[in-house]
Nanobody
Framework: QVQLVESGGGLVQPGGSLRLSCVAS????????MAWYRQAPGMQRELVAS???????DYADFVKGRFTISRENVKNKVSLQMNSLQSEDTAVYYC????????????????WGQGIQVTVSS
């Protein structure tokens, strides 16, 4: 069973920075990609950034130049460095994993973290 645990959320002032981290654990055979999504109240969940096992990244237009997604030395960890935060960035952020669980066959499965609150306010 695959589990994702997010950390690093909280309250920051406009213009500030925050770094989110996500650790995947469980019977993971292989990871195809990991990503961060977010959902603000009354809004649809949207993709923020993603990174593949080959280190290929993709960003939503509204975070380009401000956010950076990366994989740490330990391959089951992914981070999101968020700079120049704005009030519009306030949302629950979710870690996402696309991969293959040990003992299963393709297609890969999708797994979600429980979500972590990011609030940007003065």
């Amino acid at each position: 069973q695959v589990q994702l645990v997010e950390s690093g959320g909280g309250l920051v002032q406009p213009g500030g920075s925050l770094r989110l981290s996500c650790v995947a654990s469980g019977n993971i055979f292989s990871i195809h990609s990991m990503a961060w999504y977010r959902q603000a109240p009354g809004m649809q969940r949207e993709l923020v950034a993603s990174i593949t096992s080959g280190e290929i990244t993709d960003y939503a237009d509204f975070v380009k130049g401000r956010f950076t997604i990366s994989r740490e030395n330990v391959k089951n960890k992914v981070s999101l460095q968020m700079n120049s935060l704005q009030s519009e960035d306030t949302a629950v952020y979710y870690c996402y994993l696309l991969g293959i669980e040990s003992g299963t066959y393709p297609p890969p499965g999708e797994y979600w973290g429980q979500g972590i609150q990011v609030t940007v306010s003065s």
